[in-house]
């Protein structure tokens, strides 16, 4: 079985063809039963006991062809398989503020509490807590002896001692099976979330799909993850158990061909490909160990547009088999061309909201795939020999909406065709234990399936509190239909620790739902991120994923944020308290501003952040291009139909309720060196175009002929102005997505709500840092750069209250060169350092400032003034921070202490790449070879793209062996990275210890310093100082050795 879903035989199968077989034949065994059942649209849920793997499926298995696993990116077929670590053994646990569910699980052993084998409470245990698992139905396989039945009396003791807890740390009075209630909904929160980004943020209307439910765990939450999705319908096979192995018996043989193509798609084209097309299958047919048996051949075609990299695969159904060959008419391949086209711009409409009208196409490959069908057992047909309805072997009390309940028990081998059995009920069988929720009916089919459906009185209406009033269902847009929300402020309703109207009313925040809103409100920032990746031009962006997102408060403060740039995340607070300061009284619903101001809440001139207002009653349909019905981010009404809970705002006085921000690296903006990273810049104006709080939408209209009007002006105008055009049309489109997001959040919530978990959430963090404080000492540092700069600082830890003053008094003044940072980043780099310490998930937010007294002096080279040149402040000075941070704490040693910024172009090609390193080591840990760290979380542009995309060859790129500092904890080492020219070019190294070591700390030594040179065509070698612009001629060979990270403590 491979993880492509199909057979192989054994003497060709691989490793890497391995990696997610045993989920791939779950996806296979869901996806043949359901069609069997007559279901053609499933989402597959497969939840065990460490993990949920969820899929989906709408005719035809979803593939991609790089995956990342375990931290290990790969590129080979596999389904496309969304896994979250929520399973039936996901440890439990209250952190003091919240309620925890995973990601750490209890495994097998010691597996849950009640193995009786002195295991933590898991959402196992919860099912047993809440009577969904019944002991005396469950195999006697626990104790010494493996003969005992679950221990239920150590769980219900485990959660009232966990309930104790609770109530002595909050004013939280749940009751024991309340807390495993909370403990579920978050569970099923997750595994939604899962499936959302399988499903709606790629556009799929899912309410109308049948959930496959199967795995060990999943037929006790099946409803109500259904219930949360707003699906209708749920199947359950009696195979469901152990449906991954059953469904490698279904599998068929699949063998699959790829080959790379990169030219533009037309009628002629086509042509061409029919005889790769032949080329392919011959190959593929010679593997085939029976080929004279029944042959399915599937031919696609993965398409992008011109200058992109998001890939869409499109299906070629020619009328005749292409192994016969023969001529064919030139306007057969011109339909051809249509139909290619037609299904690429319906796809990407329905993935990213828009399609770019006047942009070519790019045939990236092709591949093919050649299915030998296999035989399949027909399933036995059941009749029905009684008349009377089944009658339950038992009941038993279960907790669910609130309540205990009657539950009667029904073996499933006692049901028959036609039975139906209405919630609540419990459905047994020897793999699995299935919960019917009130509200649903289970009906047994000829074929032994169990069919789930929603009963009409209950489509997400009154009497789903429990999970109902907790969830929330993202739709792509409000043209997308989806189950009726509940009543406004329904979630107010519960018994426990209510949600004050007013906000939080010296309350503290309901533990479960401070979770739920916790992950919302990052998944929010998310689908923002994912949106800009996929909508983006550049390579920045989109290949080195050098761009950040985040959602604000309607003061500014930073709620919550994807895991993108941490420099980025730090800063764009004060963008939004800029723009706030200077236009707040102005702002308009459908308007969207623009700002690299360094010196005004920006960081450096090529970091552009897009702001966007949320407000309420909703902003005008946001419009790209001059035509609103053939050309619209968001389509034509989509906010129209949305009836907001106004709470005092009304149609003639709108109100920012909130802000959301994207900020990206745009790949030149202007200034002496193509990338806009001059090396040697003395001046601001030299490093580009400054943008301080520029309109870029008005009330719904692209501004296009003002940016680029901004765009080539000044002295030295940005090189590439479409790109950055491109690129910041991304950006809106992700800010809009976080507005819609939002927006459904508040009709969902109620205004009030929502905003009050703003603050909680904040004030979340906040505790956090305070903890993280605690056990602090005092310290200062001196850290010497390469250009003679010192920064000094001083942290004094105030145990009392928790709080930390650190103060950067006595650090050079304002250099010369642009190795200066705004005030904006040397914050940035305090959050940064101060969340780290916080061993736990909490979002990187306002609220970790709050402990933290921060003393800039003016005048001192973080914290300099108009016209500074600070290019390298964000990039080198920025890592700097951090490390003396870090070192006046006594925590971790030096990491490389640099990005390493390479830049290279001409008028035609820009690039910039941050370059990896050695991480310093710890109190107790080594330090990590080639990695990105600190104030940079960018990936460098894979060798293929690089190539694909600039005249240059990567020659080398490899670890430097022994860079890494000595001690009883060893630093990482740094990389050798080789760029061979094909063309002449301009290239400029920004970099940092290329003099100064990085530090070690305790008797560790420091890592080795880094190196940038030349070596000419002619073999000479010109070494270059930190910072270096340079010109490149055809067949030179730039070479950058990063530094090492510092080692930690004596070598013993």
Same mark, same amino acid.
């Given at each position: ?310 890939? /869409?695969?499109?299906? $070629? %159904? =020619? #009328?005749?088999?292409?192994?016969? +060959?023969? *001529?064919?008419?030139? @306007?057969?391949?011109? &339909? ?113 399936? /169990?069919?789930?459906? $929603? %009963? =009409? #009185?209950?489509?997400?209406?009154? +009497?789903? *509190?429990?999970?109902? @009033?907790?969830?929330? &269902? ?126 005004? +809440? ?451």
């Amino acid at each position: 079985m491979q993880s492509n879903g199909g057979l192989t035989n054994a003497q060709k199968f691989q490793g890497k063809d391995s990696i997610l077989s045993g989920p791939a034949g779950g996806i296979v065994g869901a996806v043949q039963t359901s069609l069997k059942a007559g279901f053609q649209n499933i989402i597959t849920f497969d939840m065990g006991g460490t993990s949920t793997d969820v899929a989906h499926f709408n005719g035809e298995y979803e593939r991609q062809f790089e995956t990342e696993i375990a931290g290990v990116r790969m590129r080979t077929p596999m389904m496309a398989i969304h896994t979250v670590a929520a399973g039936g053994g996901s440890i439990l646990r209250f952190d003091g503020s919240r309620y925890r569910v995973g990601p750490e699980s209890a495994g097998a052993n010691p597996g849950p509490a009640c193995y009786r084998n002195s295991g933590p409470l898991t959402v196992t245990d919860a099912n047993v807590m809440l009577g969904k698992i019944q002991p005396q139905f469950f195999p006697k396989v626990f104790g010494k002896n493996g003969d005992l039945p679950l221990d239920a009396e150590i769980v219900r003791q485990k959660f009232r001692e966990l309930a104790i807890e609770i109530q002595t740390q909050t004013v939280d009075n749940r009751t024991p099976e309340e807390v495993a209630t909370g403990f579920i909904t978050i569970a099923v929160e997750n595994m939604a979330n899962a499936i959302k980004k399988i499903s709606l943020q790629r556009g799929y209307d899912i309410s109308n799909y049948t959930l496959c439910c199967f795995g060990g765990a999943g037929g006790q939450h099946a409803c109500l993850i259904a219930n949360t999705l707003g699906i209708k319908q749920i199947f359950i096979h009696p195979y469901a158990g152990v449906l991954s192995a059953y469904g490698m018996g279904l599998a068929d043989v699949r063998i699959l061909r790829e080959k790379a193509i990169e030219k533009l798609l037309t009628g002629n084209l086509i042509s061409e490909l029919e005889a790769s097309f032949l080329e392919l299958e011959t190959e593929a047919q010679a593997e085939l160990e029976h080929p004279e048996s029944k042959i399915v051949i599937i031919l696609k075609l993965n398409l992008k547009y011109e200058g992109t990299d998001s890939i /869409l695969s499109v299906n $070629l %159904t =020619p #009328p005749t088999p292409l192994s016969k +060959g023969g *001529e064919r008419e030139v @306007n057969y391949y011109n &339909s051809v061309l249509m139909t290619l086209t037609q299904q690429f711009e319906q796809q990407h409409q329905t993935r990213y909201g828009f399609i770019k009208l006047k942009k070519n196409l790019i045939v990236e490959s092709i591949n093919i795939e050649i299915i030998q069908q296999m035989d399949t057992p027909e399933e036995p047909i059941l009749t029905r020999t009684r008349t009377t309805p089944p009658k339950p072997i038992a009941t038993v009390s279960i907790y669910t909406n609130n309540q205990w309940q009657n539950t009667p028990i029904f073996p499933r081998n006692d049901l028959q065709p036609e039975d139906i059995i209405n919630g609540p009920a419990m459905i047994i069988e020897s793999i699995g234990t299935n919960i019917i929720e009130p509200g649903w009916q289970a009906e047994l089919t000829a074929k032994n399936y /169990l069919i789930l459906k $929603l %009963t =009409p #009185p209950l489509l997400r209406g009154e +009497g789903e *509190e429990e999970i109902s @009033n907790l969830s929330l &269902s993202f739709q792509e847009n409000q043209q997308t239909s989806h189950p009726p929300l509940p009543r406004k402020g329904s979630a107010q309703k519960t018994s426990h620790s209510p949600l004050l109207r007013g906000g939080q009313g010296g309350l503290k925040a309901d533990p479960v739902k401070l979770e739920i809103f916790k992950n919302l409100f990052q998944f929010i920032a998310e689908q923002m991120g994912i949106t800009l990746q996929n909508t983006a031009s550049s390579v920045n962006i989109k290949e080195r994923l050098d761009f950040s997102c985040a959602i604000f408060d309607q003061n500014g403060q930073l709620v919550a944020n994807a895991p993108h740039i941490p420099v980025h995340l730090g800063s764009m607070g004060d963008s939004i308290e800029s723009l706030i300061a200077a236009k707040g009284e102005t702002l308009k619903p459908g308007d969207v501003y623009l700002l690299n101001n360094p010196y005004n +809440g920006g960081t450096h001139l090529p970091d552009v952040t897009v702001i966007t207002p949320v407000f309420t009653p909703p902003s005008p349909p946001l419009v790209i291009g001059g035509n609103r019905q053939e050309n619209s981010l968001v389509k034509e009404g989509n906010n129209q139909e949305n009836s907001l809970v106004k709470e005092g705002n009304n149609q003639e006085n709108p109100a920012i309720l909130f802000y959301v921000a994207s900020r990206g690296h745009q790949a030149d903006i202007g200034g002496i060196t193509p990338g806009s990273m001059p090396p040697n810049s003395t001046n601001i104006e030299q490093e580009g175009i400054l943008i301080d709080n520029v309109q870029l939408v008005k009330e719904g209209d692209f501004l296009e002929t003002e940016l680029l009007n901004l765009l080539t002006s000044g002295n030295y105008p940005a090189r590439n102005p479409a790109t950055n055009i491109a690129d910041l049309q991304a950006q809106i489109a992700a800010n809009e997505k976080g507005v819609q997001e939002l927006l459904t959040m508040v009709e969902y919530y109620g205004l009030n709500t929502v905003k009050t978990y703003m603050q909680f959430v904040q004030d979340n963090a906040e505790i956090s840092v305070r903890r993280a404080i605690n056990v602090l000492t005092d310290g200062e540092f001196s850290y010497e750069m390469d250009n003679g700069g010192i920064i000094k600082v001083n942290i004094k830890i105030n145990k009392n209250n928790r709080s930390a003053k650190i103060d950067f008094t006595g650090t050079s003044p304002q250099l010369p060169t642009n190795f200066n940072a705004p005030k904006s980043i040397c914050k940035a780099a305090v959050l940064y350092v101060f969340r780290t310490l916080v061993d736990d998930n909490i979002p990187l937010n306002a609220g970790c400032l709050k402990p933290l007294e921060i003393i800039i002096p003016d005048g001192c080279f973080l914290n300099p003034g108009y016209p500074a040149a600070v290019v390298a402040g964000n990039v080198e000075t920025s890592q700097v921070i951090v490390d003396a941070l870090y070192g006046a704490l006594n925590v971790m040693s030096a990491s490389q202490g640099t990005m390493n910024n390479f830049t290279f172009g001409n008028q035609n090609y820009q690039y910039y790449e941050t370059i990896c390193g050695g991480s310093g080591a710890g109190i107790n840990y080594h330090g990590t070879d080639a990695v990105h760290t600190h104030m940079t979380n960018s990936r460098l542009t894979d060798p293929e793209v690089l190539e694909w995309r600039y005249p240059v060859l990567l020659e080398e790129f490899s670890i430097r062996e022994n860079s890494g500092g000595l001690g009883k904890f060893k630093g990482g080492n740094g990389i050798i990275r080789k760029v061979k020219f094909l063309a002449t070019m301009t290239a400029g190294i920004l970099s940092e210890h290329r003099i100064i070591p990085p530090f070690g700390l305790n008797g560790g030594q420091p890592g080795l310093v880094g190196k940038n040179y030349i070596i000419r065509d002619n073999g000479t070698v010109e070494n270059l100082e930190s910072t270096a612009t340079v010109e490149m001629n055809i067949n030179d060979i730039f070479v950058i050795e990063t530094p090492g990270g510092g080692g930690y403590g004596y070598n013993q």
